[in-house]
Nanobody, 125 residues
Framework: VQLVESGGGLVQAGGSLSLHCAAS????????MAWFRQAPGKEREFVAA????????YYADSVKGRFTITRDNAKNTIDLQMNSLKPEDTADYFC???????????????????WGQGTLVTVSS
């Protein structure tokens, strides 16, 4: 099982980036798929998710209206389009998969059992 992120980089505040995550090793169509991020010295935090059974999107309040999560079950991929980026969005971004998340705790990174290696997003002011 492998998740591989790509698309990170350096962008000025107000700019956009698109992150891509390719999953392999098994089908992830029945998983909840999510993006998390971790800034230096801070705990990993929830960014966005696609809930497994409904494919409904959920976002952290800090990114709502600016970020969009999409998934393609046929290709086993999940993407994160990030617009109107702010310096406080600077972090390592990770995609993750959860086979048995429960709805009340799916924003908790400890629920996820498969992780990518991360991709760095740096937003300059």
């Amino acid at each position: 099982v492998q998740l591989v992120e790509s698309g990170g980089g350096l962008v000025q505040a107000g700019g956009s980036l698109s992150l891509h995550c390719a999953a392999s090793g098994r089908s992830f169509s029945a998983d909840t798929m999510a993006w998390f991020r971790q800034a230096p010295g801070k705990e990993r935090e929830f960014v966005a998710a696609k809930w497994r059974s409904t494919n409904r999107s959920y976002y952290a309040d800090s990114v709502k209206g600016r970020f969009t999560i999409t998934r393609d079950n046929a290709k086993n991929t999940i993407d994160l389009q990030m617009n109107s980026l702010k310096p406080e969005d600077t972090a390592d971004y990770f995609c993750a998969a959860c086979r048995s998340c429960i709805f009340s705790t799916f924003q908790n990174f400890r629920q996820y059992d498969s992780w990518g290696q991360g991709t760095l997003v740096t937003v300059s002011s």
